[in-house]
């Protein structure tokens, strides 16, 4: 009887603590997303910060959250909203890799601000929005 009780314990813990689990992955994966966001932004603004180092940096950053989010599933009944997020941040970063961070290295600051403040803006405004919708 000790056992079946510990079991039923066991897995009523286990229930409550799986949407906690993935509010915490959902917030360290906001972290993330904003300091890939905070590196190019020094990239950007600062002209002492566009060499090889501070791209390195950018890269690996922007890295770091798409493997998370890679290694992240659904919440129950919150399908549409990660998959939007996925696609969303990766329309982003494409744009950053492909666009962004090109135009920065060849000092085109008002292209890059202009598409840094669009569309990109509006991209990282809603990876934020659906993460909080996603629990982080």
């Known amino acids: 009887m000790k056992k079946i009780i510990a079991f039923v314990c066991f897995a009523m813990l286990a229930l409550l603590a799986a949407p906690w689990a993935h509010a915490q992955d959902f917030k ?52 549409a909203q990660f998959k939007d997020l996925t696609d969303t941040w990766g329309a982003f970063k494409k744009t950053r890799e492909a666009e ?7 000092g085109k600051e008002d292209e890059a601000l202009k598409l840094a403040g669009g569309v990109q803006k509006e991209r990282f405004n809603k990876c934020m929005g659906l993460l909080t919708e996603l629990g982080g």
């Open 28 to 79: 360290d994966l906001r972290a993330k997303m904003t300091t890939a966001r905070e590196t190019l932004v020094t990239m950007a603004t600062d002209k002492t910060k566009r060499g090889a180092d501070q791209q390195k940096v950018v890269k690996d950053t922007a890295d770091a959250a798409s493997a998370m989010l890679a290694k992240l599933k659904a919440p129950a009944g919150k399908e």
């Open 100 to 106: 962004l961070v090109p135009l920065i290295i060849a």
